[in-house]
């Protein structure tokens, strides 16, 4: 299952990651089909600005780079989080895409690339995905485009996600 979570998250990522970082003002971007396709249609929804779009300011090697960096490091928490369903502790379910927040902050590059899924109690006879704890988690990866290399600003970080009954409670 992770494999193929992952050969899902490096093909979304690769073909999206182009399209995201449009400017140094743009707001998060939820990875979809539908904003790959061309002329940009699909049911997104906001964010849009009418008129042509300025060219990536991003090399399509450094956004390959990072495609490839996310989904290598990525795998290993989907793999931790398959351990956790196989021992019978409560996981999260990642969904294989993808958010971005792209910026700019002292002259360079900063992505901050987000993964997000819910939690889940594991089934008692192992098979299936168990019952939702109504939890929804995501997991921060942070990074900075240095030259040619991305450089982790931060370890990734698990929080509540926004708008769930837990982040409601820890506030």
Known sequence: MAAKI???????????????????SARAIEVKKELVSPGGGGGGGGGASAGPQRANPIPAAMRQQLA??????SDNYLNEESEKKSSGQNYVDLEP??????????????????????????????????????????LIFNYRLDGNKWTEVEPPKWQDAPGTATAAKSK
């Not at 490839?68 to 490091?73: G, M, P, R, S, V």
């Open 97 to 138: 895409k993808f958010t971005y927040l792209p910026s700019q902050k002292g002259g360079k590059w900063v992505v901050q690339a987000t993964l997000e899924g819910n939690e889940y109690k594991p089934p008692k006879n192992g098979e299936g995905k168990g019952r939702k704890t109504g939890g929804r988690k995501q």
């Open 6 to 24: 992952r050969i899902i998250l490096a093909a979304s990522i690769g073909l999206v990651f182009g399209a995201l970082i449009v400017s140094p």
């Open 68 to 73: 490839d960096t996310l989904a290598n490091e």
